[in-house]
């Protein structure tokens, strides 16, 4: 079992920035077992979704709305996720979780508490 904490969750202005990271704790065969990384959010009424993810070799993917503002990174020796958010919208008001898929696994297996990212116009 891997354990993820997020953290860098704040109230900002429309326009905005903000950076949230995540850190990978566990077993060395847990943490090394682990192919993709990636950030989901639940916004107010919705249904969790997938924000950005990352590959080992450092592949990525984005959600449509987030492409061009948000980007992903990891520090793997660090066993670090971070989400880079850029331009920030009100509609990108949630709940952010940090999430790791075992490699073999059809899904996101180990997720974070979350943490909120509010914003307001």
């Known amino acids: 079992q891997v354990q993820l904490v997020e953290s860098g969750g704040d109230s900002v202005q429309a326009g905005g920035s903000l950076k949230l990271s995540c850190v990978l704790s566990?077993?060395?065969?847990?943490?090394?077992?682990?192919?993709?990384k990636g950030w989901y959010r639940r916004a107010p009424g919705k249904e969790r979704g997938m924000v950005s993810t990352?590959?080992?070799?450092?592949?990525?993917k984005y959600a449509e709305s987030v492409k061009g503002r948000f980007s992903i990174s990891q520090e793997i020796v660090k066993q670090m996720v971070y989400l880079q958010m850029n331009s920030l919208k009100e509609e990108d008001t949630a709940i952010y979780y940090c999430?790791?898929?075992?490699?073999?696994?059809?899904?996101?297996?180990?997720w974070g508490q979350g943490i909120q990212v509010t914003v307001s116009s």
């Open positions: 999430a790791a898929r075992r490699c073999g696994s059809p899904s996101f297996d180990n």
């Open positions: 566990g077993s060395s065969t847990s943490i090394a077992y682990i192919g993709e």
């Open positions: 990352i590959y080992s070799d450092d592949m990525t």
